[in-house]
């Protein structure tokens, strides 16, 4: 696990669902893309954006007065029905789960491939959401399941809580103990809880209660603008629910990339639209979006895939839907994005004066002091206290929120602080002192010319 506060969204799923492009759409990533399982075999790692309303970043960037915050985004190469039981690259890829705080589940909704990545018709997406939950719940259900027996015994013998007990065996998963007395919480357990009557029922309740708060997921329908895909969306979201189901199309979102890096296209990531020099032709000069001086002209093969972007994705859907995948990920875990600042007038963070020029993305029950470490190491160390945007101060146990999410920190001097800002306050008294008795000699020196003369 990196750390406790980082947060990681994991991209999963079966070989050529387009996970790969979904990377490259949602980073700067350049992940390997190919059309046969097994493509991806270490995890790519690459940084994403979460869209914020504050800019002057020092991180991330900043678009027509929209902050995008850095996330990371790890890849994991594609599973296969059978992972929990090593088939495939099983084992490491599953383990290469424990990273994440979030899934992204990428599905190929166009029913082109099958569960294995291979090339198909007709194949039901649906199937491939069943299995890769049921692949993941085996995986820990077993790993938990088969040391049963022994886990109670020393429940018992140590006369240990449910939560502490859970959390010693689900540790290697990630957890937290908070999240484990969620889980708990939302099961109905009550201490004294007799896990060891519990039969394996119970365990799989468990292990279901556990994925829901350890590894929630947001379903990315991707490849919607496939022939076949509509009908696909529609039976998912009717058994789903279209709460975390977020629908896109990663390799609509690389193209557009692509020519706005060749300055073909201005198009902002998550967009609903984009604008070619062709769009240019009757709008008067004046009514230019910026940057449209310096835009080349594409060449009639990438007009043709543009319209066929605008017409089959963004006019029909919005966007390609990365950018609110990320966005979705980001809420459902709940991250506060967070500003210190320096001054809480200026809400400038340094000499420079850039204003929120520092973001910090905080999960849910950060503390003041946790977030102080988060800014800086040290911060946290000589921590004396911390101010909200009123100017009021707050308790190093208070959490961050949406309410006080903007903060100013006051430090305690070390000692060798102390000593080096007083030698150096000596240091500048003695030459203000010299420089005033040289301007006076200087003074003297030249009333003493003056009655000579």
């Known amino acids: 696990m990196g750390s406790r506060h980082e947060l990681l969204i994991g991209c999963v799923g079966k070989p050529s669902a387009g996970k790969s492009s979904f990377l490259n759409a949602s980073t700067d990533a350049q992940a390997k893309i190919g059309s046969y399982p097994f493509t991806t075999i ?10 914020s309303d504050q800019c002057r970043p020092r991180y991330g960037r900043c678009v027509s007065g929209t902050r995008f915050i850095p ?116 099961m109905g357990v009550k201490e004294p809880s007799e896990m060891e009557k519990w039969d394996s029922k119970r365990v799989h309740e468990l292990v279901d209660m556990f994925m829901k708060v350890r590894f929630p997921t947001i379903y990315v329908l991707n490849k919607i603008d496939s022939p076949g895909a509509d009908a696909n969306v529609l039976r998912i979201c009717d058994k789903y629910g279209d709460g975390h189901i977020i629908l896109a199309s990663a390799l609509a979102e690389c193209f557009l990339k692509k020519m706005r890096k060749a300055n073909m296209v201005l198009y902002e990531d998550g967009g609903s639209d984009f604008t070619t020099t062709k769009d240019l032709a009757d709008l008067p000069k004046e009514e230019w979006p910026e940057g449209a001086d310096g835009l080349r002209e594409a060449d009639p093969k990438a007009l043709k895939t543009l319209e066929k972007i ?22 459902v875990k709940g991250y506060i994005p967070v500003y210190p600042v320096r001054n809480l007038n200026k809400f400038t963070s340094d000499r420079s004066g850039g204003v929120f020029r520092d973001c910090l993305l905080a999960p849910p029950g950060t503390t003041i002091r946790e977030f102080a470490r988060m800014v800086d190491h040290q911060m946290e160390q000589f921590f004396a206290y911390a101010e909200g945007l009123s100017g009021q101060r707050l308790g190093e146990d208070e959490l961050v929120t949406e309410e006080n999410n903007i903060l100013k920190f006051v430090v305690q001097q070390t000692q060798e602080a102390a000593a080096a800002q007083s030698a150096k306050d000596g240091d500048k008294k003695a030459q203000q002192q010299q420089q005033k008795a040289a301007a006076a000699k200087k003074k003297e020196d030249k009333e003493k010319d003056k009655a000579d003369a």
């Open 310 to 331: 605008r017409d089959l994705v963004l006019f029909r859907y919005g966007a390609t839907g990365v950018q609110d995948a990320i966005k979705k990920a980001v809420d």
């Open 71 to 186: 996330v990371k985004m790890l890849d994991v190469a594609g599973l296969v029905p059978g992972a929990s039981e090593g088939k495939g690259l099983g084992n490491k890829f599953l383990d290469d789960l424990r990273q994440a705080d979030i899934l992204l589940h990428i599905i190929d909704v166009s029913g082109t491939t099958n569960e294995k990545g291979e090339a198909t018709k007709g194949y039901d997406p649906i199937n491939d959401i069943e299995w890769l939950d049921s692949e993941i719940h085996a995986w820990i259900f077993n790993n938990l399941w088969n040391r049963w027996p022994n886990i109670t015994r020393r429940h018992v013998a140590t006369k240990s809580t449910s939560s502490a007990t859970l959390q010693a065996q689900l540790s290697g998963y990630g957890s937290r103990l908070v999240q484990i007395q969620e889980v708990l919480d939302r």
């Open 42 to 51: 270490e995890p790519n790692v690459g940084v994403t954006f979460d869209k």
